[in-house]
């Protein structure tokens, strides 16, 4: 019986796994069709924000830094 089950395996759920595996957890991911086949498989890879002005800094400074962790997490 695994600790955590996470239902959906977009990008959410998939990367919620990973770190939840990377910690040791037991984890299954429930996902009804292809993995990363609904919301994910359209997103077309903008990362930033596309009117930063409209945002607050707090989001785009998270926005600065998960560019900076981008290509790492891109390549594992
Ligand atoms: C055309 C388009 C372009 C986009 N472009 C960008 C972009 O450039 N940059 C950006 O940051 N975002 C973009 N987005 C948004 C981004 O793709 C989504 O915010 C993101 O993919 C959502 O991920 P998610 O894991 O929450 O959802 P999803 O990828 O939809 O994953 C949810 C999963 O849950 C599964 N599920 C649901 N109910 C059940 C159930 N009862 N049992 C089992 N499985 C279930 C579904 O099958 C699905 O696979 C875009 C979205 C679209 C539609």
Redesign the pocket.
């Known amino acids: 019986m695994s600790e955590v089950i996470i ?7 998939m990367l919620t796994a990973r770190e939840l595996h990377n910690a040791g957890v037991d984890v299954l991911v ?4 292809p993995l ?5 498989w ?6 930033s924000p596309l009117y930063p002005w409209r945002y607050s800094e707090s989001v785009n400074q998270l926005a600065e830094i998960s560019k900076t962790i981008y290509p790492a997490l891109a390549q594992q």
């Not at 239902?7 to 759920?13: A, C, H, R, S, T």
């Not at 359209?42 to 990362?47: D, H, L, T």
């Open positions: 239902i959906g395996g977009g990008i959410i759920g429930i996902e009804r069709g990363g086949g609904e919301s994910s359209a997103g077309g890879g903008i990362i």
